[in-house]
């Protein structure tokens, strides 16, 4: 009897121990989000729009230290502004020796950076379609940034990927993606089909973000936190760009006109200022980034150990007029060198040691230059393009001119040179006007770079060709 | 008279038959700790008369003159001892020879005759002596079919380990590991005690590790630590006292001398002389040739001290230990300090049986950044400072001059922390029922739980290279926390039968394994006083920059099993081993997350059967087969199969970024593996061996399925392949003398694996890198352009083209091909035990062969564009005028770094151990009131046979990726004291 019981105690404790439960593996995240259960309602989606902001930090596009950067450093030094200083690493180096293969690391990590950032525009309007009725002006705002900053990237891409901007060109454009769907395998579209697609998604980016819920930001303030943010007058920049490389005059004036006439030049008083972040006068959009993100431009000047990676040329640093404002924002002395002071300013000025610095993405002073250039090229009107290039340089207090013809197009050309060193420009400048880069510095055998040459596009990188079957590769690789 | 004649006629008569009888008495102790074994058998040879042992493993026996004894005792070696004198000692050795060991799998322990399955075991004796502070690292050599690799020799450094081959390609391919039962975690090793641990068992094939499951595609290494005994109480003492050093790097970089040639006279993209050094310059620096290795490096030494005491009585049995082990690494600054304690205890009340094993483990290491190539890790920058330039200047304080920017690595060496501490804690407590009325049944009940506690900080100073990009560059405090729990409970219903010519035992299990990961961690800035630690953080402000960086997370996971594991044997001749089990996963994806397992063996004792009964060359032979499978989810973090957003801000506004791809599909990797082996020993048990092969293929293989980078993501995890893995397994083990007082011991053992990947789901390959997995190729193979060499007219570098015949001097990566891999062929261990009287000597070479090493370390020395640093000597054989012929190219030309220039070969042989050691006779301890003594000295990796331009080619992943921390060179001495 007693060890009946004992038995049945035992079967019971022993079936006790024996865990039946399936729940036990059902187990969800609680330090992440798991999308299923997320996009619930339109004010969800912020959070990933949010997050697209924050991808344009990755290294491989504006701000990164060992061989990112490819669309703010590489920009100039594959151009004719720097030569290698003492402290260089190698950082860049191919950039300058234009020796880039399709399995270079740089190269991998713009397209997949840029394509990172589409990406996420995507996701940011995965479905909000199902809001459109009843939260029109919510998605308006959100689904207008997100097609803008989508756009922006696909533009940046055409500029290093596509060997030639011509707006009718049937060459080879880039792939544009307009949807989340890790299968695709998109091929790449004509450059016509690019800039169509581009412009497409600016223009109803446009539209959205002027009607929306709430302001996005201020139009007008110039507090050093402003213009994080796409609102309309950025998407007017971005097109106002687009439109020059494009060649459209018209739509190219009509545009940087809305920019200029909305936020004029920066006083030179105010004009050190936007260099510490400490105004945002004349800045339309601005990337912020923060303490312990990386300082823009390192590869090429560090304020930490005093690094000179990359030091100008003289040509460039004597383009500057005595009294131009710009040398001293631009330029620092330390120690006898002059070097990239753009993006140390903060640094030395204001005690910021690191100085971790937002990137001034697009300015007035660059929309200026687009309406000089598309007046220049556009014909009889010399006088306009010659009035906005002298207002600019007068601002700025460089020597103003009274150039014509060939010598106005060179003329504005050089000035996009001292007014946009170290913004993005200079290869791709070279790359729509003359095709050809002259390095008079210290290039050894690295010297000129002839219109012929493969390198003035970067090849698709390798890991592409071989995920995507329908990918070209550019001419040349 | 009458009666003495008498008794003399029977003394001959007894004498003549030798029937003299005469006591006899004497212990029966272990020789490896000198305890005594209750329960031995002593009996006369060749008669039925005989005894056990008891307690204190006496024995007192009446046997005739001249008679031999024989002592036999399960797990031990059998012994025979000739009578002389009524005192006779004897110490058992444990059993060397496979047939007659234990297989313990962790869930159940088999007599290994019977045993159908692969498993490999190592008792914790023959190993634990090495200085080394991780212990799987300690299994090198020793076991057909266990590739182990230590590439660091860090303090407190985990290998890796692969069994029979890597079976996962982007999951895990390190073992599960076991301990008293329940699962630790893998490569964290550096708080448990070795010399704690009785055996280690590594189960191989399917049939052995289908009992894990979802666990045990990768193999199981189960490791049991040391009970109590039914014997006197034995108090153990051991100590050890060791020297380290640094072996020689096969890498030679310039003497500054060659160095400053190098800058003068060699022509180069900028131009030669690129510091501006004068005559004057150049004469006096030629001649400083600071020693750069005595800066960083030291002979470093290791101290051990274990006290154990064992006992119990047919009660109670325990087993505790506390140990001290301090180990000084040979980079200047690195140490592992470790402290130990543990209690195993076993209780049986009736028909209950209780055991608790509870070990605690504090380890504090400091340790130096290793394996990267980044310019302010000391092991690089040591190397890449320029060779003329000092450590330090005449007054003493860190030169910091270096013209080429090459940071001093001494500031970061010594300024900076790199701290850990781990308090790790192992805890299984069981229960076991055996129900009183149906013989041979019983329910048992275990649980334990892994808990680790690690605590990191690193400091950096402001003085150093790591300040540079440190927000605010005015040093930094990191302090990161993770607690890890993992709780394993099996329960199970086991039952046991004899009948005639039949046994069987069955088990029917049900398992619950929860795992949760907690971490915490935050980044202060500001460093600026005179605390340099956590207290020290100053403030954040707008501009000072030193805003704090604060992370978390949270992780669970839990599986869930349900599994049977039966066997049988008939006659004691055939034998079947069977394992179902099924688990279910939280991690994978939904409708994905249950998967079966099973595995059979079938094992056949011939030298059983009658038709061998007559015949010489056997004394034992086994055939065995198995087949079965056992799976891996390692892979991806705790929810890989879900879309994950994580944190992620812009201007100061919180968002969401995506993390972590959504996987419908994500399932197990199953690894099927079928095993034959034949296990014999012959020549009267003086050679024993075991040969094994097996062809294991993996199903639903992880690889990384490329995906256009346009989506944003260039590749997904997905279960697609399909690989193979073959190999042979040979063990010998030969017995070149044995007798009283000289025995020689040779031995050996050889694996060979080679893998073929089978299926990419419809793809031919795909490339990741410098390695890529084809169809009908090794799984991991090198894929690099082919160097060609150099061009003699104008110093270009020359590579094949893709068909390998065409020479070229323009770098295509589409040119790659497949030039090796980075999996060895074949490895194994030979050695050799000489006893002789108290002395033995053993040595152990290991080896590994037929793999290649991408030597990114030598890259980053070879770069002309590196001329500011320094570089490899090679590089004085660079290309500089038309008709040079060298194997360097011009520095003009593009240096291309992923060329099969950099691919070298590792095959390597190792004197991994060699041990001598003197155990005093009991003639002179016994006087001391001691109970054992044994001193001995060892060299450990003594010497290096192998070709690889570096310190060492225990590579594992294939890429030496700079930084080498290489694996030390030890001599230690030590002695063992018992009471």
New interface residues.
């Given amino acids: 009897m007693k060890?009946t019981v004992?038995?049945i105690m035992?079967l019971i404790?022993?079936g006790s121990?024996?865990?039946?439960?399936?729940k036990?593996?059902?187990?969800?995240?609680?330090?992440?989000?798991?999308?299923?259960d997320?996009f619930e309602t339109v004010d969800e989606y912020?959070?990933?729009?949010?997050?697209?902001?924050?991808?344009l930090k990755q290294n491989g596009l504006y701000g990164g230290?060992n061989g990112g950067s490819l669309f703010l450093s590489a920009v100039d030094i594959a151009a004719d502004n720097f030569y290698?200083g003492?402290?260089n690493?190698?950082n860049l180096?191919t950039a300058f020796?234009w020796?880039y293969?399709?399995?270079n690391p740089s190269v991998?990590a713009a397209?997949?950076d840029a394509?990172?950032?589409?990406?996420?525009t995507?996701?940011s309007v995965r479905g909000i379609d199902r809001f459109a009725a009843t939260d029109r002006l919510k998605v308006n705002r959100i689904e207008g940034q997100a097609r803008a900053l989508r756009a922006f990237m696909h533009f940046e891409l055409l500029r290093w990927w596509a060997a030639d901007y011509d707006r009718n060109s049937t060459a080879l454009g880039i792939?544009y993606?307009d949807k989340?769907?890790?299968?695709?395998?998109?091929a790449r579209l004509t450059v016509k089909q690019t800039y169509d697609k581009i412009e497409a998604d600016l223009k109803t980016a446009r539209a959205m973000v002027s009607n929306t819920d709430k302001p996005i930001q201020s139009a007008t303030s110039t507090a050093g936190?402003n213009r994080?943010?796409i609102d309309r007058l950025v998407c007017d920049a971005m097109l106002a760009r687009m439109y020059l490389y494009a060649n459209e005059l018209d739509s190219a004036i009509k545009y940087a006109s809305l920019v200029i006439n909305a936020r004029p030049l920066a006083s030179q008083a105010s004009f050190m200022d936007i260099w510490h972040d400490a105004s945002t006068a004349e800045v339309i959009w601005s990337i912020?980034y923060?303490?312990?993100e990386p300082a823009l431009a390192r590869e090429i000047y560090?304020t930490?150990?005093d690094?000179i990676s990359w030091e100008p040329v003289d040509d460039l640093l004597n383009l500057y007029d005595i009294g131009d404002i710009r040398f001293d924002a631009y330029w620092a002395d330390v120690n006898g060198h002059l070097v990239l002071g753009k993006y140390s300013a903060k640094a030395t000025a204001?005690?910021?040691?690191?100085g971790?610095t937002d990137f001034k993405i697009l300015r007035t002073g660059e929309m200026y230059l687009i309406r000089s250039e598309a007046y220049a090229r556009k014909t009889g009107m010399g006088a306009q393009a010659l009035a906005d290039l002298n207002a600019l340089r007068s601002v700025r207090g460089a020597v103003t001119g009274s150039e014509t013809g060939t010598a106005l197009l060179t003329a504005i050309q050089t000035e996009r040179r001292k007014e946009l060193m170290m913004e993005g420009h200079r290869f791709f400048d070279l790359k729509r006007t003359t095709r050809t880069v002259n390095r008079t510095q210290?290039c050894?055998?690295?010297c000129t770079l002839l219109p012929a040459n493969r390198a003035w596009a970067f090849p698709v990188?390798?890991?592409?060709m071989?995920?995507?079957r329908n990918?070209e590769q550019n001419p040349g690789y | 008279m009458k009666r003495s004649l008498l008794f003399t006629l029977f003394a001959v008569l007894f004498t003549s038959f030798a029937w003299a009888q005469q006591d006899v008495t004497g212990v029966v102790t272990d020789t490896r700790d000198n305890s005594p074994l209750s329960g031995v058998s002593v009996f006369v040879k060749g008669t039925r008369s005989g005894t056990t042992t008891g307690q204190d493993g006496r024995f007192r026996i009446s046997v005739p003159n001249n008679s031999i004894l024989v002592f036999s005792f399960t797990g031990f070696t059998e012994k025979e001892v000739a009578v002389s004198g009524n005192s006779l000692n004897v110490s058992l050795a444990i059993a060397q020879t496979n047939l007659q060991e234990v297989v313990i799998t962790g869930y159940t322990t088999q007599n290994k005759r019977q045993y159908t399955g692969s498993v490999a075991k190592i008792a914790g004796s023959e190993v634990n002596l090495q200085p080394i502070g991780s212990f799987e690292q300690l299994l090198q050599g020793k076991a057909p079919g266990v590739l182990i690799q230590s590439q660091s020799g860090q303090p407190g450094s985990a290998a890796s380990v692969t069994i029979r081959g890597k079976g996962s390609v982007l999951g895990g391919t390190q073992p599960l590991y076991i301990v008293d039962g329940i699962q630790i975690t893998g490569a964290d090793f550096q708080s448990i005690n070795p010399a704690d641990i009785e055996t280690y068992s590594i189960l191989k094939d399917a049939v052995a590790t289908s009992q894990y499951g979802s666990r045990g595609a990768n193999g199981v290494i189960v490791v049991t630590t040391k009970r109590g005994k039914n014997a006197k109480t034995v108090l153990n003492y051991d100590y050890q006292y060791g020297v380290q050093q640094l072996p020689e790097s096969q890498l030679v970089l310039m003497n500054s001398k060659e160095k400053l040639d190098y800058e003068l006279y060699y022509d180069r993209?900028?131009g030669a002389n690129g510091f501006g050094w004068s005559q004057a310059d150049y004469d006096s620096l030629s001649k400083v040739n600071p020693d750069w290795e005595e800066a960083m490096f030291r002979k470093a030494k290791t101290q051990q001290h274990i006290l154990s005491a064992t006992g119990g009585n047919d009660k109670t049995r325990f087993f505790i230990s506390g140990s001290i082990f301090t180990q000084e690494g040979l980079v200047k600054t690195t140490n592992l300090n470790r402290y130990t304690g543990r209690v195993n205890l076993d209780h049986t009340a009736g028909n209950f049986k209780v055991g608790i094993s509870a070990t605690i483990g504090f380890s504090k290491t400091s340790g130096t950044f290793e394996n990267d190539n980044v310019?302010t890790t000391p092991l690089n920058a040591y190397r890449w400072t320029l060779p003329y330039i000092t450590p330090y200047l005449p007054d003493g304080s860190y030169n910091l001059t270096d013209p080429g920017?090459n940071p001093n690595p001494l500031p970061d060496l010594f300024l900076n922390t790199n701290l850990n501490k781990q308090i790790k804690a192992i805890g299984v407590i069981s229960l076991e029922?055996r129900?009183?009325?149906v013989k041979g049944l019983n329910?048992r009940?275990q649980w334990g739980t892994d808990f680790t506690d690690d605590q990191n900080e690193n400091y950096t100073d402001i003085n150093t290279?790591a300040?540079?990009?440190?927000?605010?560059?005015?040093g930094a405090f990191n302090a990161g926390s993770l607690r890890r729990v993992r709780t394993t409970?099996t329960?199970s219903?086991n039952y046991e039968k004899k009948s005639g010519d039949h046994s069987f035992g069955i088990g029917l299990f049900?398992e619950?394994i929860?795992r949760s990961t907690v971490t915490n961690g935050y980044t202060g800035f500001g460093l600026i006083g005179p605390i340099k630690n956590a207290a020290g953080i100053t403030p954040?402000t707008p501009?000072?920059?030193?805003?704090p960086?604060v992370a978390?997370?949270?992780?669970?996971?839990?599986?869930?099993s349900y599994f049977a594991i039966g066997n049988y044997d008939y006659k004691n001749k055939y034998f079947v081993n069977l394992t179902a089990r099924r688990d279910?996963?939280?991690r994978l994806a939904e409708g994905k997350?249950f998967v079966n397992y099973g595995g059979l063996g079938f094992g056949w004792a011939v030298t059983s059967e009658n038709f061998m009964a007559n015949q010489k060359l056997f004394d034992n032979l086994k055939f065995k087969v198995s087949y079965g499978s056992a799976g891996n989810a390692e892979i991806g973090d705790?929810?890989e199969a879900?879309?994950?957003?994580?944190p992620?801000?812009?201007?100061?506004?919180?968002?969401?970024?995506?993390?972590?791809?959504?996987k419908d599909e994500l399932t197990w990797e199953t690894r099927s593996t079928l095993n034959a082996g034949v296990d014999f020993t012959v020549l009267k048990d003086r050679l024993s061996g075991s040969v094994e092969v097996y062809n294991s293929i993996t199903n639903g293989l992880y690889l990384n399925r490329?995906?256009?980078?346009?989506?944003?993501?260039?590749?997904?995890v997905t279960n697609m392949g399909k690989l193979r893995n073959q190999g042979v397994e040979i063990f010998l083990s030969y017995d070149l003398i044995k007798n009283k007082d000289l025995t020689v011991n040779i031995n050996g053992n050889w694996t060979g694996n080679k893998s073929e990947m089978l299926e990419l789901d419809g793809n031919d390959e795909i490339?990741n890198g410098i390695s890529i997995n084809r169809i009908g190729e090794r799984a991991n193979s090198a894929y690099l352009v082919r160097y060609a060499g150099v061009d003699p007219d104008n110093g270009d570098a020359l590579y094949y083209k893709a068909d390998g015949k065409t020479i070229t001097n323009v770098?295509?990566?589409?040119d790659a091909a497949i030039v090796g891999s980075f999996d060895p062929k074949g490895f194994g261990g030979f050695g050799a035990t000489v006893t002789y009287k108290s002395f033995e000597l053993s040595a152990l070479f290991t080896y590994q062969y037929g793999f290649d090493i991408f030597n990114q370390a030598r890259v980053d020395v070879e770069?002309p564009?590196?001329w500011f640093s320094n570089l490899n000597r090679n590089n004085l054989r660079e290309w500089q005028h038309p008709g040079d012929i060298t194997d360097i190219p011009s520095p003009?030309n593009?240096f291309q770094a992923?060329t099969t220039r950099f691919l070298e070969k590792g095959d390597f042989l190792r004197l991994r151990n060699i041990i001598v050691s003197y155990s005093l006779p009991n003639s002179i301890i016994s006087k001391w009131k001691m109970g054992s003594l044994k001193i001995f000295a060892q060299g450990q990796n003594l010497y290096t046979w192998h070709s690889f331009q570096g310190y060492d080619p225990e590579v594992f992943t294939g890429v030496l990726a700079g930084a080498h921390y290489p694996a030390l060179k030890a001599i230690t001495i030590g002695v063992s004291l018992g009471l």
Avoid at chain 1, 24 to 36: E, V
Wanted: glycine share 10%; proline share 5%; net charge negative.
């Fill in positions: 060890s004992k038995y035992a404790v022993a121990l024996f865990s039946s439960c399936k036990a593996i059902d187990l969800d995240p609680t330090h992440t989000i798991n999308g299923d997320f912020d959070f990933v729009l949010t997050g697209t902001y924050q991808r230290v290698n003492p402290d690493l190698g180096n020796r020796n293969t399709a399995d991998q397209w997949d394509y990172r950032v589409i990406q996420h995507n996701l792939a993606v989340f769907d890790i299968e695709q395998m998109p936190t994080a943010y912020k923060q303490a312990a560090q930490a150990g690094l204001l005690g910021n040691p690191d971790v210290s050894n055998s690295f990188p390798q890991t592409e071989l995920a995507n990918m | 993209p900028g310019i920017g029922y129900i009183p009325f329910v009940t290279q300040n540079q990009v440190v927000p605010g560059l005015s409970g329960t219903i049900n619950l929860k954040g501009t000072n920059n030193f805003i960086l978390g997370g949270e992780t669970e996971e839990a599986i869930i279910g996963s939280s997350k705790s929810y879900l879309e994950q957003f994580g992620s801000s812009y201007n100061g506004i919180g968002g969401l970024r995506l993390v972590n791809l959504k490329l995906l256009s980078s346009t989506n944003g993501v260039g590749s997904i490339v770098y295509d990566p589409a770069n564009q590196y003009f593009d992923t």
